[in-house]
């Protein structure tokens, strides 16, 4: 059983930062792709950034240069630092693993439980 868990979010002003953490336990063969996802209010669920067990990072063209993304393979916990914070961030963000079987970020496995980000003044 994986279990993914998040933690981070909150009320930030924009032009702020915040930093989510993933922790993810369980069958460690399903954790070669971690991604961080997002869905506001009226809206699909999306991809934000995604990492690979070898380092290589995916991001949305509307957060490059202000998220990164990072992971640490050791301890099974995934990181997005979230720098220049604007109001149209705002939404639930989920830790999601990708499928083995799939290269689609699209294609998630397991879902966290999701932490809120609000950004307003």
């Known amino acids: 059983q994986v279990q993914l868990v998040e933690s981070g979010g909150g009320l930030v002003q924009p032009g702020g930062s915040l930093r989510l953490s993933c922790a993810a336990s369980?069958?460690?063969?399903?954790?070669?792709?971690m991604g961080w996802y997002r869905q506001a209010p009226g809206k699909q669920r999306e991809l934000v950034a995604g990492?690979?067990?070898?380092?290589?990072?995916n991001y949305a063209d509307d957060v490059k240069g202000r998220f990164t993304i990072s992971r640490d393979n050791a301890e099974e916990m995934a990181y997005l630092q979230m720098n220049s914070l604007k109001p149209e961030d705002t939404a639930v963000y989920y830790c999601?693993?990708?499928?083995?079987?799939?290269?689609?970020?699209?294609?998630?496995?397991?879902w966290g439980q999701g932490t809120q980000v609000t950004v307003s003044s």
């Open positions: 990492i690979i067990r070898g380092g290589t990072t």
């Open positions: 999601g693993i990708r499928s083995p079987y799939s290269r689609y970020w699209s294609a998630v496995a397991y």
């Open positions: 369980g069958s460690t063969s399903s954790f070669y792709a």
